[in-house]
């Protein structure tokens, strides 16, 4: 099973919006409500962002939003601001047992 | 406030063997799945295990099955990776992650594994 495609780099200017592709297939993200998506900052650990395709975890900013359409998930970030400048990872839990997840190739969002 | 803190890395020999462990704090560690994950310098995240509360269920990517096992202890609310064999890309750095159905809402810091003769 092949990772998730994401776009290697997605960028915007402060206070923009910005969307990030999430694309699967009908075995991982198509089949199941189960997409994540992580920030990561460099040197640190990632960070949940958003779980079961569009709830954000409690502390987690508004800006923040997801969604689903097929086998594509989809990140938003509304309101850019230079702290969301990061890597972020999309994951989706599979029907296979091997892998049981699979992570997305990771995009990196510039604020411009 | 839940805590995650993984240690043993390391640098080791190709064919060598290490094993990680995971402190936990913070919550009910037994009732929780856990996971391995791990990231090669300037790479992606890749899942790499994963145990059921209870270690009822056990999985492994294909790319180290075989080779590593994961396990538990949750009289000691800890979680453990077992890595034999250990090859140059077994290089990364290793987090353990508690699960929720949808992903890995806790992480810890990370642990580095170098594998290099």
């Known amino acids: 099973q092949s990772a998730l495609t994401q776009p290697a780099s997605v960028s915007g200017s402060p206070g923009q919006s910005i969307t990030i592709s999430c694309t699967g297939t009908?075995?991982?993200?198509?089949?199941?409500?189960?997409v994540s998506w992580y920030q990561q900052h460099p040197g640190k650990a990632p960070k949940l962002m958003i779980y079961?395709?569009?709830n954000r975890p409690s502390g987690v900013s508004n800006r923040f939003s997801g969604s689903k359409s097929g086998n594509t998930a989809s990140l938003t970030i509304s309101g850019l601001q230079a702290e969301d400048e990061a890597d972020y990872y999309c994951?989706?839990?599979?029907?296979?047992?091997?892998?049981?997840?699979?992570f997305g190739t990771g995009t990196k969002v510039t604020v411009l | 406030e839940v805590q995650l803190v993984e240690s043993g890395g390391g640098l080791v020999k190709p064919g060598g063997s290490l094993r990680l462990s995971c402190a936990a704090s913070?919550?009910?560690?037994?009732?929780?799945?856990m996971n391995w994950v791990r990231q090669a310098p300037g790479k992606g995240l890749e899942w790499v295990s994963s145990?059921?509360?209870?270690?009822?269920?056990?999985y492994y990517a294909d790319s180290v099955k075989g080779r590593f096992t994961i396990s538990r202890d949750n009289a000691k609310n800890s979680l453990y990776l077992q890595m034999n064999s250990l090859r140059a890309e077994d290089t990364a750095v290793y987090y353990c992650?508690?699960?929720?159905?949808?992903?890995?809402?806790?992480w810890g810091q990370g642990t580095l594994v170098t594998v290099s003769s």
């Open positions: 009908s075995s991982d993200v198509g089949g199941y409500n189960y």
């Open positions: 145990i059921s509360s209870s270690s009822s269920y056990i």
């Open positions: 913070g919550f009910t560690f037994s009732s929780y799945s």
């Open positions: 994951s989706s839990y599979t029907s296979s047992s091997t892998p049981l997840y699979v």
């Open positions: 079961d395709v569009s």
């Open positions: 992650a508690r699960v929720i159905p949808s992903g890995f809402d806790y």
